[in-house]
């Protein structure tokens, strides 16, 4: 049975920094790109990140390049996600997600987490 388990959110000053991590089991998991997607309150699931399989390829969505790292390690099972100069807009529940696929549409991502909630007080 495929898990993908997130950790790391948590409450944070505007400005301030969060390192999230998705713990993967069940799964190939180097056969898999990985990546990180956001719900806000009354908004739809969007992009954030992805990675490819062996981690040499990234892409982000505008909103957070510059200031947002994804990264992965295979040998843990492991993608994380690196927050920097967090704003209150990227205040959401984040979700890791696994695909076959390696690209910016949660439809090519076949397992995803539970979620882990970023509140990025002003």
């Known amino acids: 049975q495929v898990q993908l388990v997130e950790s790391g959110g948590g409450l944070v000053q505007t400005g301030g920094s969060l390192r999230l991590s998705c713990a993967a089991s069940g799964l190939t998991f180097s056969s898999y790109a990985m990546g990180w997607f956001r719900q806000a309150p009354g908004k739809e699931r969007e992009f954030v990140a992805a990675?490819?399989?062996?981690?040499?390829?990234?892409i982000y969505a505008d909103s957070v390049k510059g200031r947002f790292t994804i990264s992965r390690d295979n040998a843990k099972n492991t993608v994380y996600l690196q927050m920097n100069s967090l704003k209150p807009e990227d205040t959401a529940v984040f979700y890791c997600a696994a695909g076959v696929r390696y690209g910016p549409s949660s439809r090519w991502y076949d397992y995803w987490g539970q979620g882990t909630q970023v509140t990025v007080s002003s």
């Open positions: 990675v490819s399989w062996s981690g040499d390829s990234t």
